[in-house]
DNA sequence: TTGTAAATCACCCGAAAGTATGAGGGCTGA
DNA sequence: TCAGCCCTCATACTTTCGGGTGATTTACAA
């Protein structure tokens, strides 16, 4: 069992994912830095393991006769290993989280240049692209009728979307949206 | 060290978490899936080594013969106390937790920095100092029955204020009135 | 395959908003 | 004093808005 080998052994959990989803043939260097970045854990095991493995070999050429010292031998692998998977262990074991919700103030101040809708607070409320642009046009002013004209649309599909709209900002009027949107980092 | 006990080796990392952590004996079975599918690596990794380790068995008894049983042997020293230092860790490692604190965004209304209309935009207009109360009102959402409620004024006095508002801002409906309000100056 | 969500459109009804017109009282500057 | 403006309120009418319900298509995920 040669040390590329063991190195061999190692890598085979990247190598086996790699060869077994990669269908994607040409994006296999993307997936090797995909596999650098995310397995670097288990290349550094790879490594220490590889130099661990050298150095017992060179102590064994080097000062230990075989016959005489095998058990003292068979013991510091043991306790090596013993000592890795604890410190594997502690370092790879993932904490139980105990999630703690910190309320935070946040001061709305709207970025003058380059204004870009909060993508979060959009998502937390659940507001659709197609409603966003209906809030829009409402906070330009433009009428249900002209919302629909300028999308082309009916009326009535301006009406279901803001309708919609006025539930997910728990809102009851046009104007109330159009405060709400505007505190809400969603409109500029 | 034969092969079974390699593989029960490989699979210790995934029992043990299931007996360490599998308290709820009822839900042993979705925990197993909960396993299958989220250590997926895991289960490659084991397998491929597993494999590897009986090929070079295989290997070894086939051809090489005693050459390298030394080095299996304490390869599978080696694993067996990494295992073991695993197995020992989790048992008597104290639970790491780990307290995150979560930033809850609370929206407040920003503090207003001493905002003054634009008198000469209302003198300009003609805007009188009602009309731009209702202005305000209307901005902040209102509708016309709570302007009137809130002004101790009659609805019809609020539409009449309103109506001239439109007028003198030359507006159509009360969300334009906000916009162009705010565009010149007259609304925070 | 089934289910869910978004987007589209329709109809009805009541509420709110907006228009038009008028009227009475108060304040002010010419 | 009186014209002009503001504030108030009213009636009548039209338009717009918003709620409720439901259908259809598309797309995407389970």
Redesign the pocket.
Known sequence: MSIPGICLILRLPAIAEFYLIGENYERRNLFMLKILSKNRLVIIYGISFGSLVLLLKWLEYRFLIIDYAFEVYVGAIALLFTGLGVWLTLKLSSPKTETVFVEKQVYITKPETGFLPDEKALVEL?I????LEVLELMSAG????EI?ER???????I?????NL??KLDV????Q?VEKGKRLGLLA
């Open positions: 659940g659709s692209r197609r409603e433009l009428s249900n009728g629909a999308l082309f649309l009916s009326l009535n599909t009406k279901s979307h803001s309708s006025f539930e009851k009027r046009r104007t949206a």
